[in-house]
T-cell receptor, first 114, second 109 residues
Framework: ETGVTQSPTHLIKTRGQQVTLRCSSQ?????VSWYQQALGQGPQFIFQ???????GRGNFPPRFSGLQFPNYSSELNVNALELDDSALYLC?????????????FGPGTRLTVL | KQEVTQIPAALSVPEGENLVLNCSFT??????LQWFRQDPGKGLTSLLL?????REQTSGRLNASLDKSSGRSTLYIAASQPGDSATYLC????????FGAGTRLTVKP
C-alpha cells in the first residue's frame, strides 16, 4: 500500500509569483484535504476535495485554489504569493464516511516566499 | 467556531516516566478526534483515532480517551523513551479538521 506523497519537497518563490503543489493520495482513498502549517502552529484547513469537487473550505482567500483528478491525486495552486504564504503545506487523504474518516498525511512541501 | 487547545505547550521528562498530554475543544459536535505525532519539519503521523461514539483507543504504549460532553481528550504515554520526543497534535473533525497548536515533548535519556 503506497502512502501519501507530495512534491516538491522544498520550493522558493518570490512575492507575486504563482505556485503549484502536488499530492498523490493513499491507495483506495477518495478524499484529499490541504492544510497550511506556519512555524510553531497547528495546521490550518485550506480545503477538501471529494470525487473531484470542493467539499469544504477554510478561511483562505480565492487565490488559493485546488483540483482533484480522477485518480484522486490533487493540486494546490496559490496565485499572487505573499510573504505570509511561507509555510509547510500538508495534504491528507482519507475515505470519507468510512473508517472513521481517518486522515493520513504526506511529508509536506516547504514553501518559502522571498 | 471550534477551538482546540493543548496543554502544556512543552514538556520535558526523564526516560521511563508515564505522562499525559491534554487536549480540549469548545464544540462537542465532533465526528472524531485524532492524535498525531510530528517530527521537526516533517508531516504528521496518525497515532490514534477515536470516533465520537467511542471513549478510548489503545495502541501499544499509547492510550487516548475522549469525553465529548466536557470537550476533553487525553493522550497517555507509558514508559516514555527518547524516541518519543516529538510534537503531539490533537485534531477534531466535523465538517473540517481543527488542530491544536501541539505539545512539544522531550524525553531525556
Amino acid at each position: 500500500e503506497t502512502g501519501v506523497t507530495q512534491s516538491p519537497t522544498h520550493l522558493i518563490k518570490t512575492r507575486g509569483q504563482q505556485v503549484t503543489l502536488r499530492c498523490s493520495s493513499q491507495s483506495g482513498h477518495n478524499t484529499v484535504s490541504w492544510y497550511q502549517q506556519a512555524l510553531g502552529q497547528g495546521p490550518q484547513f485550506i480545503f477538501q476535495y471529494y470525487r473531484e469537487e470542493e467539499n469544504g473550505r477554510g478561511n483562505f482567500p480565492p487565490r488559493f485554489s485546488g483540483l482533484q483528478f480522477p485518480n484522486y491525486s490533487s493540486e494546490l495552486n496559490v496565485n499572487a504569493l505573499e510573504l505570509d504564504d511561507s509555510a509547510l503545506y500538508l495534504c491528507a487523504s482519507s475515505r470519507l464516511a468510512e473508517e472513521g474518516n481517518e486522515q493520513f498525511f504526506g511529508p509536506g512541501t516547504r514553501l518559502t516566499v522571498l | 467556531k471550534q477551538e482546540v487547545t493543548q496543554i502544556p505547550a512543552a514538556l520535558s521528562v526523564p526516560e521511563g516516566e508515564n505522562l499525559v498530554l491534554n487536549c480540549s475543544f469548545t464544540d462537542s459536535a465532533i465526528y472524531n478526534l485524532q492524535w498525531f505525532r510530528q517530527d521537526p519539519g516533517k508531516g504528521l503521523t496518525s497515532l490514534l483515532l477515536i470516533q465520537s461514539s467511542q471513549r478510548e483507543q489503545t495502541s501499544g504504549r499509547l492510550n487516548a480517551s475522549l469525553d465529548k460532553s466536557s470537550g476533553r481528550s487525553t493522550l497517555y504515554i507509558a514508559a516514555s523513551q527518547p524516541g518519543d520526543s516529538a510534537t503531539y497534535l490533537c485534531a477534531v473533525y466535523n465538517n473540517d479538521m481543527r488542530f491544536g497548536a501541539g505539545t512539544r515533548l522531550t524525553v531525556k535519556p
